[in-house]
């Protein structure tokens, strides 16, 4: 099993970190496929592409078809960006299950699907606020969260680690070998353990399903900060697309409440199941972002696929 870290020539703050990833010890060349380079260190893939970070699909495949190697996990390199320009370093899961068949997603993946989100993106969350903490990052870098969105298309747990917000920020080094240094030690490339396994065997199993909010989930990143939390995906209210009843001459049920919301929720719930074998999830709504017609459909919903709504209690 190999996980494969991948990062893009066209993008400062993917080819940075991974710059300064491959200048720590143990890399040596590997196989290239279909354009693409790669660099080999333990149990750790490094792919170098020259597109858009969400327009090659399906690596984990191509992986496994060109190398006869299992793909376990995939971690991106990436720029973020915001309008209000704040630096930030984030973590997140990425799918678009809220598009329709037939849309078209603005930044890759496949409408109404969402990759397993890498169990690592919560312990790697809290392992990034220290490592960017004990490199002076911190107050100017915000360590955050961001709400599942964008591709590109996979189908093995996946995590996006991206700089965030401009240019002059894509291209700072320091950033950049913060961001190297969370792979390094989080994979356990340095000799240490490894930050974030997932095993059935876990004493604390409960995984944060985060349904509402804003895109950078500031109710749930206050759980998920936290020692010991897990970390599904993350449906902002973008996210959730529903119509008001009150707009409707039928009756007001969930069943006719319109928008892809229902089916944004089963994905991601399949996905996060998928991603935490024997976990227990637990759903947290970010109540204050829902009237009520809304929140009352979401929870009986949710009841339909035997998922509990937790308070921040519950996930300790």
Do not use: C
Not at 162 to 174: A, F, L, N, P, V
Not at 189 to 194: D, F, M, T
Not at 252 to 272: L, Q
């Amino acid at each position: 099993m190999v996980a494969l870290v991948v990062a893009t020539t066209t993008d400062p703050a993917s080819i940075g970190p991974a710059s300064a990833l491959l200048s720590m010890p143990g890399w040596h060349p590997g196989p290239s496929f279909q354009g693409i380079k790669s660099f080999i260190n333990q149990g750790v893939r490094l792919l170098q592409h020259d597109k858009g970070i969400v327009e090659e699909d399906r690596l984990d495949q191509r992986w496994e078809d060109a190398t006869g190697e299992i793909v376990d996990e995939l971690i991106f390199f990436s720029k973020h960006t915001a309008v209000s320009n704040r630096p930030a370093l984030t973590v997140h899961p990425i799918g678009v299950p809220h598009l329709r068949e037939g849309d078209v997603p603005p930044q890759g993946g496949k409408p109404g699907w969402a990759a397993p989100p890498d169990p690592r993106i919560g312990p790697w969350l809290r392992h990034l606020k220290k490592i960017a903490e004990s490199r002076s990052l911190t107050p100017e870098f915000e360590i955050t969260l961001e709400g599942t969105h964008h591709g590109p298309e996979t189908n093995k747990p996946t995590m996006f680690a991206e700089i965030g917000s401009t240019e002059e920020y894509w291209k700072r080094q320091d950033a950049a070998h913060v961001m190297a240094l969370l792979v390094w030690e989080g994979l356990g490339l340095g000799g240490g353990a490894a930050v974030g396994n997932w095993t059935r065997e876990n004493d604390k199993n409960k995984v944060l399903l985060g349904i509402g909010g804003g895109h950078y989930a500031p109710r749930h990143m206050d759980i998920v900060l936290k020692d010991g939390v897990w970390v599904g995906h993350l449906l902002s209210g973008y996210s959730l697309p529903m119509e008001d009843p009150s707009h409707s001459k039928v009756e007001s049920n969930t069943k006719v409440i319109g928008g892809t919301w229902r089916e944004a929720i089963r994905v991601s719930i399949e996905a996060t199941r998928s991603a935490f074998p024997g976990g227990e999830i637990l759903a947290h709504l970010d109540h204050k972002s829902f009237k009520s017609w809304q929140k009352n459909a979401i929870t009986e919903f949710l009841g339909e696929q035997n998922i509990k709504i937790g308070k921040p209690k519950d996930f300790f």
